[in-house]
């Protein structure tokens, strides 16, 4: 099936430079999608955009060329919950890829181990408005009940401005939860400011709360051109993230958010994204936490020595 890329969306960067600060061995990609490619996976009837193709082996080359080991497809909006695509991604990687799927109440046990057997091991809950339709509480919570069993965990994104009203269903997920993109705040508010340190305590009170410091792209305001001098691409996002990683070293991911969905203004080169970790991981043994041991420990649990 052919499909028209919503109108105004940038496609992935076909040529991403070389990074200059090179990843630890075995660093994880903790928050990548694959798109499709939509002949073979179509995207979902309730798909709120329409993006470009992102194939697996497009992924992997990334992977490849970024220096990293091993990857985390997270299932996108785009797919609803028809999780083929992110499977076969998974179930093709030779065990590098791991998976996090969206999945309805009528699921089975059968799927839901199936899932596991393939490499998923995490749900995603969405609470963007703009990327999804509500989803009563009460079903996501069933949800959460059930893939606690596989030892699975949930992965929610929201808005910051939407936390307090999330606070009371977040806070009685009995799981690991890992927040996409520090909760996205908005970085034109100081970073001690009332609606960021609402989220570091949501971290500090909850010790089953992880982040991913990810995506400056989509949160930085002064964006990708770094000043003269040493400082950063995005540097209006780093002093979130870097607050993030100094205070819960071992409760952070990162990863690319390659294709990048939704990008109308800019397309990061994804070689100074990773050349954004060390202003944000600033020793040797926060980047191993962030890159290796973290990511280690949630997806692939049974390869990590304690
Ligand atoms: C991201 C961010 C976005 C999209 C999705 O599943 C999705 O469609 O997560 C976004 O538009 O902010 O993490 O990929």
Redesign the pocket.
């Known amino acids: 099936m052919r499909f028209e890329k919503t109108p105004g969306w940038l496609d992935w960067h076909a040529g991403p430079t070389k990074p200059r600060f090179r990843v630890p061995a075995g660093s994880v990609d903790a928050?990548c999608?694959v798109f499709g490619p939509g002949d073979q996976f179509p995207f979902a009837p309730e798909r709120k955009y329409t993006p470009c193709d992102a194939s697996k082996q497009q992924l992997y080359a990334l992977r490849d060329h970024l220096g990293f080991a091993r990857n985390v497809v997270v299932q996108?909006?785009?797919h609803g919950a028809d999780n083929r695509a992110m499977l076969d991604a998974c179930v093709s990687s030779g065990g590098k890829a791991r998976g996090v799927a969206t999945v309805k109440r009528s699921i089975s046990d059968a799927e839901l181990q199936a899932m596991h057997d393939a490499g998923v091991r995490g749900v995603r809950f969405?609470f963007?408005k703009r990327?999804v339709d509500f989803t009563p509480k009460d079903e996501l919570m069933e949800i959460a009940s059930r893939i606690a069993t596989l030892g699975w965990h949930v992965v929610i994104?929201f808005e910051a401005v939407d936390l307090p009203e999330l606070w009371d269903f977040f806070t009685a997920l009995r799981t690991t939860v890992v927040v996409?993109?520090m909760g996205r705040p908005n970085v034109n508010k100081p970073v001690d400011g009332p609606e960021f340190e609402l989220f570091v305590r949501f971290m500090r009170e909850h010790p089953n709360v992880w982040s991913k410091v990810s995506?400056p792209e989509?949160l930085s305001i002064a964006g990708p051109n770094a000043l003269e001098g040493q400082q950063a691409a995005y540097r209006d996002v780093v002093p979130f993230a870097k607050r993030i990683v100094d205070t819960f070293p071992d409760r952070v991911l990162w990863g690319t958010?390659w294709p990048h969905?939704?990008l109308k203004d800019h397309m990061p080169d994804d070689g100074l994204l990773v050349d954004f970790i060390p202003h944000i991981a600033t020793t040797v043994e926060l980047q191993r936490m962030l890159l290796v041991d973290n990511p280690m420990r949630l997806y692939w649990p049974e390869e990590t020595v304690s």
């Open positions: 928050h999608h996108a909006t785009c969405n963007v990327l994104y996409d993109h995506c989509r958010d969905p939704n």
